[in-house]
């Protein structure tokens, strides 16, 4: 069986988009009582590290690179806002230079030397000239720069929540690997329950023949059937190290650890909430929907600091600092302090296409928000669905294994009495096994829906088993 999260967002960046676990069985001893622990044939070792779905948990964020990536976005978003502040805060910096030139006094305005025309200009110099100052600058009007400082700041809210939203998807991810070693487990202790049981047929068949109740055929059928438990157990343990192996990839940790699940998979019942409040509340809580919102505002902000590079920049700037031939010759103290204002006239069409390009990037992060909104009501719908179709799976799971194991214990009785032959007994067995089967993955969709549905509403990271 395979159970699949239905999480993905469109118009939302690939790391937000949750990878689909195929649970090929989950865990559930068959007829063992619903909230009963299910135990597992793993050995216990002094260098197993046995991990509670909490400890996977924590050790998932900690180790996983997708998180760190997420680090990693945030700060980039931090430093272009603080280099957006910077420029409308004050600046000071410091010049100096050192110069040898000579002038033409002509071209500074100087009037010709004598009467007649010149053909050679008047040169002053070779001279010395050094100047130092310390000048300030600081912006007094400029409403472009402001709104795309608030757009900044949008960008880092969006980077943050993008961050929690990778968190819940990695939460998601882990708890379905989690489920899917724990169905894994199970199916490796029932496969050695019916291996157990199929050598007690063949041992039963083989007295029965001794006593001549039963003949050679009954005893290679129930060889047939060991043989085929025995390579059932052998897949069982293959699948339980493939989906060992996925966990260790989720979780960050070598493929050589050696690890075991602490909390084995037991049903328990879910209270689904009504549509209505269901979806308001992953509404209220999706990290995936507060990046969209932040991501819209930040583009609003961009828009209207688009349209505002119309308006009038006004600065001030002040120096201060000796000005002389050299550093220590004919130095005086120099001083100068302005305001400027700068209005664009004619930009060629920049700011129009600046604009533009601000209002198209509006209108798409609108609709990645709508269509996020509907993909989240149908995550919350499709969620509910799923537990509510696996709750009644693991009552009919249950029923059917009961009837089985009930036929199982007749048949082997005619068979003990000589009634039948034991293709009754091998039929029943196979009927007591599917339904086993079948409850184990009964159990296990339940659980992932439970999972599924917390992941729905914005809260995987407070699933419990």
Do not use: C, W
């Not at 894994?184 to 007295?207: P, R, Y």
Request: proline letters at 4%.
């Amino acid at each position: 069986m395979k159970l699949r999260r239905h999480l993905a967002v469109a118009g939302v960046p690939a790391a937000l988009l949750l990878a689909s676990l195929s649970l090929t069985g989950v865990s559930a001893l068959a007829g063992t009582p619903a909230g009963m622990p299910v135990p597992t044939a793993m050995p216990a070792a002094a260098d197993v590290q046995r991990l509670t779905l909490e400890q996977a948990l924590a050790l998932a964020e900690e180790r996983n690179l997708q998180i760190e990536l997420s680090g990693e976005q945030i700060d980039v978003a931090r430093s272009a806002l603080a280099e957006m502040r910077g420029a409308l805060g004050p600046n000071v910096r410091l010049t100096a230079s050192q110069s040898n030139q000579t002038v033409n006094l002509v071209a500074q305005g100087f009037p010709k030397p004598g009467a007649g025309p010149s053909l050679f200009p008047v040169l002053d110099g070779p001279f010395n000239a050094f100047d130092a100052r310390l000048v300030f600058s600081q912006s007094i009007f400029d409403a472009s720069r402001s709104h795309q400082v608030h757009a900044s700041e949008r960008q880092v809210a969006e980077a943050e929540h993008q961050r929690a939203a990778t968190a819940e998807q990695l939460a998601s991810a882990v708890e379905l690997a989690y489920i899917a070693v724990q169905q894994q487990v199970a199916e490796v202790d029932a496969a050695e329950g019916n291996l157990k049981l199929s050598h007690e047929l063949l041992t039963q068949a083989q007295d029965q023949r001794k006593a001549g109740i039963a003949t050679g055929v009954d005893v290679a059928r129930a060889e047939t059937r060991v043989a085929q438990d025995e390579y059932a157990l052998t897949a069982a343990h293959n699948a339980r190290g493939q989906g060992l192996l996925r966990l260790k990839r989720l979780l960050g940790l070598p493929a050589a650890t050696a690890i075991e699940l602490a909390s084995p998979l037991a049903y328990q019942e879910r209270t689904a909430p009504t549509a209505e409040a269901a979806v308001a509340r992953a509404e209220a809580e999706r990290q995936e929907l507060r990046m969209l919102d932040e991501r819209v505002a930040a583009a609003e902000e961009s828009l209207v600091a688009a349209g505002d590079q119309r308006l009038p920049v006004v600065s001030v700037q002040a120096g201060l600092g000796p000005s002389g031939s050299t550093p220590t010759q004919t130095v005086y103290l120099t001083r100068s302090i302005g305001v400027g204002v700068s209005v664009p006239l004619f930009t060629s069409g920049q700011i129009d296409a600046q604009r533009d390009r601000a209002s198209s990037a509006l209108r798409t992060a609108r609709l990645q928000r709508e269509d996020a909104r509907r993909q989240v009501e149908e995550d919350v719908h499709l969620a509910l669905l799923s537990l509510a179709t696996a709750t009644e799976q693991v009552v009919a799971a249950r029923t059917s294994l009961a009837l089985g194991e009930r036929l199982l214990d007749l048949s082997r009785d005619r068979f003990v009495q000589g009634v039948a032959d034991n293709l009754e007994v091998l039929d029943a067995l196979n009927a007591t096994t599917t339904a086993r089967s079948r409850l184990i993955d009964a159990i296990a969709a339940h659980t992932a829906a439970r999972a599924n549905l917390d992941a729905a509403l914005g809260t995987a990271r407070s699933f419990n088993l």
